[in-house]
């Protein structure tokens, strides 16, 4: 028996990194999964670690920015899985830079992928659940907790989607829908828009040997006081709490997995 037997999970951004560790996770505790990215390779490969792990799951090419296939994403869940209870926005990107050189293109382009995206499934999702409820899960990051230097626009989108999720959250609850919404704030975990965002513009507070050091380990050790960057399963054990009724009455919070990153100097 799973935690999640019988339930329809969408994952968004599941080709890579905390969206694949997640689809395998919510797979792993029951959940029928309906995967979606932009990267036709990476969604291949997580279908593939779930069907050998004996998972259910079905894929779609989505960019969650285009509002019209959010409507297909909902009925092609259900048509090929069933109803829908869990929703994980997770897709996401990191533009970096200082903001005298930061272009408006790139500013739309962050706040569009990031905050549009959680918008438009969040709402997608509350259509679909609202006669039956659900877990919506959103994934912020512990940049949308505090700033910083050369992340600023990463900063506003994931600020926004903290103060998002909170009043959706609120929303839900008072309307009696049986809802809950929350966010999940990483902070340095081993994937690929990590790794990109040490390039494009890292944080001068998470430097360590200098602008030239990019060596993830490093990184992620001098950044966190556990010593080690985290790793995508540990976002994904907190996604599998949030989705099961484990938090029942966890609703409208902020869920950090930070190995202490945020809790003091
Ligand atoms: N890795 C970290 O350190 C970290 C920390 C805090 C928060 N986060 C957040 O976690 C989430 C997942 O990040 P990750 O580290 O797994 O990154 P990742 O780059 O490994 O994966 C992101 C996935 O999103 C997909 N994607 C990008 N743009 C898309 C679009 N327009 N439509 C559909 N899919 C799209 C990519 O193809 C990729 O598969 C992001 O929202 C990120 O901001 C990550």
Not at 5 to 16: L, M, N, P, Y
Not at 136 to 165: D, E, M, P, Q
């Amino acid at each position: 028996m799973g935690l999640l037997d019988g339930r329809v999970a969408i994952v968004t951004g599941a080709g890579s990194g905390i969206g694949r560790a997640a689809a395998v996770a919510l797979a792993k505790e029951g959940a029928a999964i309906f995967a979606t990215d932009i990267d036709q390779t990476g969604l291949k490969q997580t279908y593939d670690m779930i069907i050998s792990d004996d998972g259910r799951i079905e894929t779609m090419l989505q960019d969650v920015t285009d509002e019209a296939l959010w409507d297909t994403v909902i009925a092609q869940t259900e048509a090929k899985l069933g109803k829908p209870s869990i929703l994980v926005n997770n897709a996401g990107i990191a533009v970096g830079g200082p903001i005298p050189d930061f272009s408006l293109d790139d500013w739309k382009k962050q706040m569009a992928v990031n905050v549009d995206s959680v918008f438009l499934g969040t709402r997608a999702a509350i259509r679909a659940m609202k006669d039956t409820g659900g877990s919506i899960i959103n994934l912020s990051s512990v940049a949308g907790l505090r700033g910083a230097a050369g992340l600023s626009a990463y900063c506003a989108s994931k600020g926004a989607v903290r103060l998002f999720t909170k009043s959706a959250a609120v929303e839900c609850a008072r309307a009696g829908m049986g809802i809950r919404v929350n966010s999940v704030h990483p902070g340095i975990i081993d994937t690929p828009i990590w790794q990109k965002s040490i390039v494009e513009g890292m944080p001068v507070e998470m430097m360590a040997g200098g602008a030239n050091a990019v060596d993830p380990e490093m990184l992620g050790a001098a950044a966190s006081p556990m010593g080690r960057p985290g790793h995508p399963s540990e976002v994904a054990d907190m996604i599998v709490y949030l989705a099961s009724d484990k938090s029942s009455y966890v609703n409208g919070q902020e869920l950090v997995v930070d190995g202490a990153m945020t809790a003091g100097g």
